[in-house]
């Protein structure tokens, strides 16, 4: 936790965050907003040349082990969370895609979630509450620091995965867990047509799995396992647990140990510049979305049976609408600006009212989202 | 027609509703609405002007039309088992969703149901049981409380410690506007790009619209389950179990504390669960999952509680004992009716590390005002229920509980906590809202609410305090013209 002389160098900080969206809300002139700046080719073009850098205000704001939460600062990084966190057994089990070093805000404003989120979910099951400063200059909370909370609309979820396009996120309260007595990982080859068998394994279990999800050989190989179809199961609890869940896995082919340092090996795979969509759809329709997918030539393909996505990395020449042929819906991460331009909008009307009521002048990431202000 | 506030709500609207419904299912007359006067909270008194019960989706999505042309305000209503007045009419329409009780669609292999908002939350769990499935939600209401209410309060429960609240729960939802626009939110695979309108909606206390329908996430029913009953000598002692119950990573399916008072309470009626009426509190503490591990789990559990000066630790050793622990829990509300006509519950929910101190706080609080607080509440989460029965009739007693309440609530949030963790705000927390947030933060939650309702004709006067709540029974003409 930061000492008197560091808050108020802080309270500055957050003061000229403040004051660059109520300037910029003045003067109709679009902001960008960034955290640590690892993902800036994410979301759709938006046109605004002014960055407004929101890394600088990091640092724990409190943390007490024993209540299982902490609230940092909107720019602290995964890295800073989960070295405070380790010294008390404790952790965030939020493992996006990228590294360490990507700043909560941003974790949180994407809603970016890995492997992990098929036990532990996504942010809006880990996120109790949020501070932002609205596209008028507006310091507001919602939520708070404690595990259950009704008081108020949930400002908190409609922050998380609004792509700084409502506010930029100053502070964040978060759900920890105390760390497994094991935490267990292995590998198992499996063919192509496994991926429905391992989502049906994964239905009658009466277990969940930290992470399990399903490589394609392109992939498997990039991190360095046997280039075939591959099943990446990640289990945790006490060691008869996770001993006795692991059995339940050899019915799909022989379990290889891994380190679980391969967990960070995938989340670190995609290559600058690369084109990335999520498709989702009903656990039982992976399988069908997972082969059109791999069918697709030179795509590192993986897929999470139980929560039903399928991730598709790519590059420029991924076509975009042969993958969204089909029921599923999908959320693009990063594309060039020729796909971008085949991916709808947002319908309705209810989004275009909420970022006109969270930010009237239009200045916050503008067109990221793909609202029409 | 004659208590209504607003002169809108007229013969002519009587019989236009009663076109779309049946005469049967338009209520106006005061003897008929006096069932429609209160919610869980027997402490709150407010009359509708007239009620109106819709039997499908086109009837509600017509009635809300006809409102809107009107220009009438109205609440939305499920079974009214809600603690915070929400579910009040106050001189304006009340629409009853309670008859909209089709589960419509189970899928099974995906773990989801499709349901309207009028079904009993315990009906759902009933209708997939034999699927090895159930509904996680699981307010102590239970057995009354249907969906479409559950939705709106984003109500908990005790097993909500492990499996989460009502929003981890749903995953679409098909709404009608207060204009009467309908409108789909989320998606049954669970994601899609763009803001998160389920999230928004979840817990709008009825001020966002009417749920049509809901699409729920079903949970696998545990392999195993455990039920532990341990209790303690001190309220204090209890609290530190659970503090350190917490700390080892077990993440138990519930863990609630019972004091005194209520375990004479429960102990003195019809749901006696043979809780020691003795002890100064009790922890009830189930753990579920995989039959694999869950044994060392318990073996934890009770060391713990043995650590912390537990008197005894009682495993329950079938499913008869279970269900008998569980319901002195779950009727605690009820028993309280033996103490004393009224009653008055909080929904605080507190830092799990500052337990044993705030507890003693409001037991100091009790003494100090001279009434009698009951303490049976989500320890595991923090989410404190202080009851405080008293008579309503004695206007000294009404005050100084009201006095206490008060400084119940100053000291939870002075604690780092908040004012409700589900319950919700509706009437009865309004006061205590600038407690835990600032202008800007309240005003950032109006303008959400004018995304959904900008004629602010939904559920007028709840959730979020306002300077004068008159506006809000008039027109929103007459109120443009103040």
């Known amino acids: ?195 429905e068998r391992v989502r049906a394994l994964m239905r009658q279990v009466p277990f969940k799995t930290y992470a399990c999800e399903i490589l394609n050989a392109a992939l498997a190989a990039r991190i360095g396992l046997p280039a075939a179809t591959t099943a990446l199961v990640r289990l945790g609890g ?50 069908a979305v997972w082969a059109a997918a791999a069918r697709v030539p030179n795509v590192l393909v993986h897929a999470s049976p139980a929560r039903g996505v399928v991730r598709v990395i790519g590059d420029a020449s991924l076509d975009i609408a042969a993958l969204r042929d089909g029921q599923c819906a999908m959320v693009a991460e990063r594309l060039s600006a020729a796909q971008w331009e085949q991916v709808p909008g947002l319908e309705g009307a209810l989004p275009s009212r909420i970022k006109r009521a969270f930010d009237p002048r239009n200045v916050l990431n503008p067109g990221i989202l793909g609202v029409e202000a | 027609v004659t208590t209504a506030v607003i002169s809108q709500i007229d013969q002519s609207l009587a019989d236009r509703l009663a076109e779309i419904v049946g005469a049967r299912r338009v209520l106006y007359r005061p003897s008929e609405l006096l069932t429609y006067s209160s919610d869980g909270l027997p402490s709150y008194h407010k009359q509708p002007a007239l009620a109106v019960f819709p039997g499908t989706r086109d009837e509600v ?116 506007l207060p204009s009467g626009d309908v409108v789909t939110l989320g998606n049954a695979a669970g994601e899609q790009p763009g803001y998160d309108l389920v999230g928004a909606f979840v817990g709008s206390e009825g001020c966002f619209g009417i749920a049509l329908d809901a699409t729920v996430r079903l949970s696998k029913n545990p392999e195993a389950v455990r039920t532990l009953l341990a209790d303690f000598m001190s309220l204090e002692a209890a609290a530190r179990a659970v503090s350190a119950i917490i ?64 008197r005894s630790v009682r495993i329950a050793r079938n499913e008869a004992e279970r269900t008998k622990l569980w319901q002195g829990r779950k009727k605690a509300f009820g028993a309280m009716g033996r103490l004393a006509p009224h009653l008055v519950i909080q929904d605080a929910v507190v830092p799990r590390t500052r337990l044993p101190q705030v507890l003693e706080e409001i037991d100091r609080i009790g003494r100090a ?77 109006c303008s959400l609410r004018d995304v959904f309702d900008p004629d602010r004709r939904a559920n007028p006067g709840k959730a979020i305090p306002i300077h004068s709540c008159r506006e809000w029974y008039l027109s929103p003409a007459a109120r443009a013209s103040l």
């Not at chain 2, 499920?78 to 007045?85: M, Q, V, Y």
């Not at chain 2, 989460?164 to 098909?174: K, Q």
């Open chain 1, 238 to 287: 006490n060691h008869e647990a996770v001993a006795t869940q692991r059995q339940a896995f050899a019915e799909l082919g022989t379990p290889v140990d891994v380190d679980s340092a391969i967990w960070k090996k995938l989340r670190g795979v995609e290559p600058e510049g690369a084109s990335v969509v999520r498709l989702s759809d009903l656990p039982t329709a992976v399988a």
């Open chain 2, 61 to 176: 999505v017509a009635v809300v039309r006809e409102l809107a042309a009107r220009d009438v305000p109205f609440v939305p209503r499920g079974a009214g088992t809600g603690l915070s007045g929400g579910a009040l009419a106050d001189g304006v329409v009340l629409i009853g969703l309670n008859r909209l009780t089709r589960i419509l669609s189970i899928d099974v292999e995906n773990q989801l149901a499709v349901v309207e908002p009028g079904v009993v939350n315990v009906a759902l769990t009933r209708a997939v049981a034999q699927h090895g499935l159930h509904y996680a939600p699981d307010p102590s209401s239970q057995a009354a409380c249907t969906i479409g209410g559950n939705i709106a309060e984003n109500a908990g429960g005790p097993h909500c410690l492990k499996y989460g609240v009502t929003t981890n729960h749903v995953l679409a939802l098909t709404v009608v």
């Open chain 1, 1 to 195: 936790v930061t000492d008197a002389a560091d808050s108020s160098a802080l309270n500055r900080v957050r003061e000229s965050i403040r004051d660059a969206i109520r300037d910029a809300s003045a003067a109709g002139r679009p902001l960008r907003l960034c955290g640590r700046g690892a993902w800036m080719d994410a979301g759709r073009p938006a046109p605004a040349s002014d960055l407004l850098e929101l890394g600088g205000y990091t640092g724990i704001v409190e943390y007490v082990p024993g209540d299982l939460t902490i609230t940092v600062r909107g720019g602290t990084t995964l890295g800073e969370i989960r070295d405070a966190t380790a010294a008390h057994d404790q952790w965030l089990p939020l493992d996006p895609f990228g590294d360490d070093d990507g700043s909560i805000g941003a974790t949180v404003a994407t809603a970016s979630s890995g492997p992990l989120a098929t036990f532990f979910g996504t942010p809006r099951d880990l996120v109790l509450g949020l501070e932002f400063v609205s596209g008028t200059g507006a310091i507001a909370r919602g939520g708070g620091r404690v595990v259950k909370n009704v008081a108020g609309f949930d400002l908190t979820r409609l922050m998380i995965g609004s792509w700084g396009t409502l506010g930029a996120i100053t502070e964040a309260t978060l759900r920890l867990y105390a760390r497994p007595e094991a935490d267990a990982s292995f590998a198992i080859g499996i063919d192509g047509g496994g991926v």
């Open chain 2, 247 to 310: 700390a080892t990573g077990i993440v138990p399916a519930a863990l609630e504390m019972i004091d005194q008072p209520t375990i004479q309470a429960v102990e003195a009626s019809i749901y006696a669960a043979g809780y020691p009426t003795d002890a100064a509190a009790a922890l009830l503490i189930e753990v579920d999952g995989a039959l694999a591990g869950i044994e060392r789990d318990v073996d934890a559990i009770e060391a713990i509680c043995r650590a912390n000066e537990a």
């Open chain 2, 369 to 445: 005002n001279g009434v009698r607080i009951c303490n049976v509440f989500h320890a595991g989460d923090g989410n404190l229920h202080p009851n405080i029965p008293y008579d309503a009739a004695n206007a000294d007693e009404t005050r100084r509980v009201h006095v206490a309440m008060k400084e119940i609530m100053g000291a939870c949030v002075a604690a780092g906590g908040t004012i409700t963790g589900e319950h919700g705000v509706g009437i009865d927390k309004l006061p205590y809202m600038d407690l835990v947030f600032s202008d800007d933060s309240l005003a950032a939650m």
